[in-house]
């Protein structure tokens, strides 16, 4: 109906001036409107519904709102901006405790892997540490190790007993994230 309006495919409806709906169940209503693929619908001047199955309320450039839309109720419906901000709204909020819970854990993991580092270095420090072996000689030795920018010191102190005794003390510190730690030892030559 209207002049121009052509409506050539099986069961298709051309509703306005110069409308066209030229495939199978293809209904468009509005001047210019344009129906070019089957079962779909366009609505408006100027409308094309160029997709199977589809409803078209504009076209590329020409786009158009729905107003007054009803809320959704079956899982094929569509919904209105009110449900979607509904569905939406704890997003927010939830992200952005989601991205602090993340910079802590990165703060914790950082932390962690300092640490660890410094362990390291101090071991690598206090395994450094040489004593006299002579009996009756007491040595005191001073060690430094470095593991990926942290730092590590021993001192330790050793005396030799005897051709088979052996004591030591050792104190060390990885003064980049203030640990420190003591250790003991004897040792005693079997053959």
Same mark, same amino acid.
């Not at 509703?15 to 366009?42: C, D, L, R």
């Not at 932390?111 to 395994?127: F, K, S, V, W, Y």
């Not at 470095?146 to 021993?154: D, I, R």
């Given at each position: 109906?209207? /002049?121009?309006?052509?409506?050539?495919?099986?069961?298709?409806?051309?509703?306005?001036?110069?409308?066209?709906?030229?495939?199978?169940?293809?209904?468009?209503?509005?001047?210019? #409107?344009?129906?070019?693929?089957?079962?779909?619908?366009?609505?408006?001047?100027?409308? !094309?519904?160029?997709?199977?199955?589809?409803?078209?309320?504009?076209?590329?450039?020409?786009?158009?709102?729905?107003?007054?839309? #009803?809320?959704?109720?079956?899982?094929? /419906?569509?919904?209105?901006?009110?449900?979607?901000?509904?569905?939406?709204?704890?997003?927010?909020?939830?992200?952005?405790?989601?991205? +602090?819970?993340?910079?802590?854990?990165?703060?914790?993991?950082?932390? +962690?892997?300092?640490?660890?580092?410094?362990?390291? #270095?101090?071991?690598? %420090?206090?395994?450094?540490?040489?004593?006299?072996?002579?009996?009756?000689?007491?040595?005191?030795?001073?060690?430094? =190790?470095?593991?990926?920018?942290?730092?590590?010191?021993?001192?330790?102190?050793?005396?030799?007993?005897?051709?088979?005794?052996? !004591?030591?003390?050792?104190?060390?510190?990885?003064? /980049?994230?203030? /640990?420190?730690?003591? %250790?003991? =030892? #004897?040792?005693?030559?079997? +053959?």
């Amino acid at each position: 109906f209207g /002049d121009g309006a052509v409506a050539t495919g099986a069961n298709s409806t051309a509703v306005g001036p110069n409308s066209t709906a030229t495939v199978a169940n293809g209904v468009a209503i509005g001047n210019g #409107a344009v129906v070019t693929a089957a079962n779909s619908v366009a609505l408006g001047a100027g409308s !094309v519904a160029s997709q199977p199955n589809t409803v078209s309320v504009g076209s590329a450039g020409n786009e158009r709102r729905i107003t007054n839309v #009803a809320a959704g109720v079956a899982a094929t /419906d569509a919904v209105n901006v009110a449900q979607l901000q509904a569905a939406t709204s704890g997003f927010g909020s939830s992200i952005a405790t989601l991205q +602090n819970q993340v910079g802590s854990l990165q703060t914790q993991v950082t932390a +962690n892997q300092r640490e660890a580092r410094a362990g390291t #270095a101090l071991a690598l %420090a206090a395994t450094s540490l040489q004593y006299d072996q002579r009996p009756g000689k007491a040595s005191l030795a001073a060690a430094f =190790g470095n593991y990926k920018g942290q730092s590590g010191l021993a001192v330790g102190l050793g005396y030799a007993v005897s051709e088979r005794w052996r !004591v030591n003390a050792t104190f060390s510190g990885a003064p /980049d994230v203030s /640990d420190y730690g003591v %250790a003991a =030892g #004897a040792s005693f030559t079997l +053959n």
